[in-house]
C-alpha cells in the first residue's frame, strides 16, 4: 500500500490538475492564470527543501528493504505526476513545448486511473487453476507448477527485456551507446525550464532514480555489463534463463525431487510455488507498465521540448535499463538465486523444505 502522504499529495496534484483542465475550457484567462498557480502551489509543496516527497520511499533505495510492488506503484503514479505536469506546463505556456505526449486532460485521466486501480478493494490479482484430483500424485504436481513457473518466470523476464529494446531503439544511437558504458547510475539535474515543466522534470528523474535505487547495489553493479550483453544479443533466446541461474534451480530440483518426499510437503510446495508465481506476475507487471509509460512520454517530449531534448533521451535510458535491472533481480530473488539481499522465500527455499 502506497504511503498515506505519498497519497495524500497525489490526490492533491490531480484536484488541482482538473481544476486547471475547467478553468482552460472555460478560456478565462484570470481564471487559468489563479488554477496554473495554485497546481504549481500544491505540487511545490510535495517537495522538500532537498527535493525529497514525503511518503515516497523510492529515494530510501533496496537498503531500507521496503516492499518492492509498492514502490513500483509510487514510481508509476510518479511518472504520471511528472506527465501531469509537463502537460499543465504546455497547456499554459508560450509554446516551449510543441506536442507534449499527452493533453492535459489525457494525463490526468491516466493519473486517475491509475490511481483508482491501485485503490479497488475487487481487482483479482491471484491465479485461478482448477482444483487438483485428491487422487493426482503430488509429485507430478509439484513438477508440474514448478515446470510452468520456470517457464513463466523466463518468459516474463524476457518481455521486459524486449519492451526495453523496443523503447532503446527510439532514441538516437549517439545517446544510446554513451549510456550503456554508464548504465547503472542515477539521473542528473534537470535542465533550466519553466517552473511547472522543472517540477515534471524532477518527478521523471525521481522516479527513474527510484527504479535503479530499488535494486541492490550488488545487481546495481552488474547492470552495465548486463545491459549491454542484452543489448547486442537483443534478447536471445536462452539469455534470460542464463541470467536468472534458472538451470542452477533445474539441477537442485532433480536432486532434491529424486529422494522419496511427503505428499503433505509436495503439495504444500505446489501451494508456495503457485502463490510466487502470482506474485511474480504482478511485480512483472507493474514493471512493463513503468516502460509503456517511459516510452509513449519520454521519446515524443524529448522530440518536441528541444531544451530537454538530451536530457530526456539520457533519462529514458537510464529508466529502460533499470526495468530490466529490477526484473532480472525479483526473478534471480524468486528463485533465491542470489539478489542481494532476499525478501521472499522463493524456489530454492520451497524445495530445501520437501527436502528429506
Not at 544511437?173 to 547503472?184: D, E, H, K, N, R
Amino acid at each position: 500500500m502506497i504511503q498515506p502522504d505519498y497519497a495524500r499529495a497525489e490526490g492533491q496534484v490531480l484536484d488541482a490538475g482538473r481544476a486547471l483542465e475547467f478553468a482552460l475550457d472555460s478560456g478565462d484567462p484570470f481564471e487559468i492564470q489563479l488554477a496554473a498557480r495554485d497546481l504549481l502551489r500544491v505540487t511545490e509543496a510535495r517537495e522538500s527543501a532537498f527535493g525529497t516527497v514525503a511518503g515516497f520511499r523510492g529515494e530510501q533505495g533496496a537498503a531500507a528493504q521496503v516492499d518492492p510492488d509498492e514502490e513500483l506503484e509510487q514510481i508509476l503514479s510518479e511518472l504520471q505526476i511528472g506527465q501531469t505536469l509537463l502537460a499543465a506546463g504546455a497547456a499554459v505556456d508560450d509554446g516551449t513545448l510543441q506536442a507534449p505526449a499527452a493533453s492535459l486532460p489525457e494525463a490526468l485521466d491516466q493519473l486517475e486511473t491509475e490511481r483508482r486501480r491501485r485503490r479497488s478493494t475487487t481487482e483479482v490479482t491471484a491465479r485461478f487453476s482448477a482444483e487438483p484430483s485428491e487422487h493426482a500424485d503430488p509429485l507430478v504436481l509439484f513438477r508440474g507448477s514448478l515446470d510452468s513457473f520456470l517457464a513463466d518466470l523466463t518468459s516474463r523476464t524476457s518481455s521486459v527485456a524486449t519492451a526495453a529494446i523496443t523503447g532503446l531503439t527510439a532514441i538516437p544511437g549517439s545517446v544510446v551507446q554513451p549510456w550503456l558504458t554508464a548504465a547503472g547510475t542515477l539521473v542528473g539535474e534537470v535542465p533550466k525550464v519553466g517552473a511547472l515543466f522543472a517540477l515534471g522534470l524532477r518527478a521523471l528523474r525521481r522516479a527513474v532514480n527510484a527504479l535503479l535505487r530499488l535494486v541492490p547495489q550488488p545487481v546495481r553493479d552488474k547492470v552495465r555489463e548486463l545491459a549491454k550483453q542484452w543489448w547486442d544479443e537483443s534478447g536471445a533466446d536462452g539469455l534470460a534463463g542464463r541470467l536468472l541461474g534458472v538451470e542452477e534451480v533445474r539441477q537442485h530440483a532433480a536432486d532434491v525431487l529424486a529422494e522419496a518426499a511427503a505428499a503433505t510437503s509436495l503439495r504444500e510446495g505446489t501451494a508456495a510455488i503457485e502463490a510466487l508465481s502470482g506474485q511474480h506476475d504482478r511485480s512483472i507487471g507493474a514493471i512493463k507498465r513503468i516502460l509503456k509509460l517511459l516510452s509513449t512520454l519520454l521519446g515524443p517530449l524529448a522530440a518536441s521540448f528541444v531544451a530537454a531534448a538530451t536530457w530526456l533521451y539520457g533519462a529514458a535510458a537510464a529508466g529502460f535499463a533499470a526495468g530490466v535491472a529490477a526484473a532480472l533481480w525479483i526473478g534471480r530473488d524468486c528463485l533465491d538465486a542470489g539478489a542481494g539481499w532476499e525478501r521472499i522465500d522463493g524456489v530454492q527455499v520451497i524445495l530445501n523444505r520437501i527436502g528429506p
